[in-house]
């Protein structure tokens, strides 16, 4: 199985918007870079149906309320408070999971 670069910790297994179901990410990036034609050509349809402006390249979110960035710090206070990983971390673990759904 192909390795991803950095530290790889998606162990558990998950499965992407067509239903297809994998292991782990490792074997997620695996099946989609054997046909990475194909994979570029999602990301081409997708970025040419968007508008050319800050909020179509930012997927509606140029701007954020006050009131959802506290709604969202409070969130995030409550899922961290005494876990184990480290809070960047896990944003980051959850930015890229926010971000491959709201593409995909």
């Known amino acids: 199985m192909?390795?991803?670069?950095?530290?790889?910790?998606?162990k558990?297994?998950?499965?992407?918007?067509?239903?297809?179901?994998?292991?782990?990410?490792?074997?997620m990036w695996e099946?989609?870079?054997?046909?990475?034609?194909?994979?570029?050509?999602?990301?081409?349809?997708?970025?040419?149906?968007?508008?050319a402006t800050v909020d179509g390249m930012l997927g509606g979110f140029s701007h954020i309320?006050?009131?959802?960035?506290?709604?969202?710090?409070e969130l995030l206070k409550e899922l961290f408070t005494g876990h184990k990983m480290g809070k960047t971390r896990a944003l980051g673990e959850l930015s890229f999971s926010f971000t491959l759904s709201s593409i995909y």
């Open 65 to 73: 309320s006050g009131e959802d960035i506290r709604g969202s710090n």
């Open 12 to 27: 558990e297994g998950g499965e992407d918007t067509e239903g297809k179901k994998y292991e782990s990410l490792d074997e």
């Open 31 to 51: 099946n989609e870079l054997s046909h990475s034609d194909e994979w570029y050509k999602k990301a081409d349809q997708y970025w040419s149906s968007v508008d």
């Open 2 to 10: 192909m390795q991803t670069e950095g530290n790889n910790d998606f």
